[in-house]
């Protein structure tokens, strides 16, 4: 299965992850696994990005998730037309909040064309919005870029979006790819905002100790069920369970035993489970404790009803998510890709077999 999936085809996903990737993995979706009894919430999470031979609806990706005890998620923006995106289905849809941002590897890119600025005013007015409950994904990117005016970019756009979710009382979900260090230093030179989520948390122990002694919040992606993942195990240990918050980044990082293939919310019961094991606790003591912290970070899913008319997948043209927008936005990522090669949004350390 190596043929590259025309992207028109994939309407109306705003991404591809086959397209960015044209990788061999198994594209079909695995299996449900057996419901938890104890719901939990996927905190980070890409909706808008297809994958798979067959890409799921976003409302077909929540119905398997609801089916197996995952309440809720948090939909990620990575751009600005993800971020508009991720909003929209925010304000319809009870089962969705939204994180909006410009992603570390999108800024260097915005810096060079003049246009960072005016996107990051496009993220402060989303921040506004409804059932928008976090600046994310923000933060550094040294895998992705070298040092210099990318890094720079980075750097500036990470303390812009550290101020807007300041400035809204917003969480903030942090991407942290090779950078640790700065990521930190940055957060104590400017202040972190009062919740803090490193976003599919990539450190040891050493930095779990620095997320405990601030109060900031690590979210275990699936890479924690990986066998070569012993470092994120560790770290894991050393977290103070109320600062533990579990999430897919689907369709990337699918948990263990279906690595490689496409992720959806609904497998986070295997990366739970790989952590009660680990932790020797019982999962729904865990599941609790995971849905209770993951409350105190964004709110309640119903806190803020759900008002706004439409489906922004098949809605009118004003509707961000209308299926003539997003199969050119789709198009469009097909050509960036093929420019710059994988986007590759998901953070380290590299697992071989991954991408
Ligand atoms: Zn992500």
């Not at 996927?42 to 995952?70: F, K, Q």
Request: glycine share 8%; with cysteine.
């Amino acid at each position: 299965m190596t043929e590259q999936l025309d992207p028109a085809a994939l309407d109306p996903h705003v991404r591809a992850r086959a397209i960015m990737e044209g990788t061999t993995r198994d594209l079909s979706y695995p299996p449900s696994p057996e419901a938890l009894t104890v719901p939990v919430y996927d905190n980070h999470t890409h909706l808008e990005i297809a994958d798979g031979e067959n890409p799921l609806h976003y409302r077909e990706h929540l119905d398997r998730a609801s089916a197996v005890g995952v309440r809720g998620v948090v939909q990620v923006g990575t751009d600005v037309l993800t971020s508009r995106w991720s909003a929209a289905v925010a304000a319809r849809e009870p089962r969705v909040l939204a994180a909006v941002a410009l992603h570390p590897n999108e800024a260097p890119e915005l810096a060079e064309s003049g246009e960072l600025d005016a996107a990051l005013a496009v993220i402060d007015e989303l921040a506004a919005q409804p059932r928008v409950v976090a600046i994310g994904e923000t933060g550094l990117d040294y895998f992705r870029t070298e040092p210099g005016r990318g890094r720079d970019a980075q750097l500036a756009a990470f303390e812009a979006h550290i101020a807007i979710a300041k400035k809204h009382g917003l969480a903030l979900q942090i991407h942290d790819r090779d950078a640790h260090d700065d990521i930190v230093a940055t957060l104590l030179r400017v202040g972190a905002p009062e919740r803090t989520v490193f976003h599919c948390f990539s450190g040891d122990a050493e930095l779990a100790r620095v997320l405990a002694e601030n109060g900031w919040y690590a979210s275990f992606a699936g890479t924690v069920t990986f066998k070569n993942a012993a470092n994120l195990r560790e770290a894991l240990e050393v977290m103070p369970r109320q600062l533990v918050l579990v999430e897919t980044d689907a369709p990337f990082l699918t948990p263990h035993p279906f690595r490689g293939r496409p992720n959806g919310p609904y497998l986070m019961p295997h990366t739970v489970r790989a952590m009660a094991d680990h932790l020797g606790t019982d999962v729904p003591t865990l599941c609790a404790l995971i849905a209770s912290n993951t409350e105190q970070v964004y709110g309640t899913w119903d806190a803020q009803q759900v008002t706004a008319p439409g489906d922004p997948w098949a809605g009118p043209d004003e509707v961000p998510g209308s299926p003539s927008e997003l199969a050119a936005a789709a198009q469009a990522a097909a050509v960036d890709a093929a420019d710059a090669g994988s986007p590759d949004h998901h953070p380290g350390p590299d697992y071989p077999g991954e991408r």
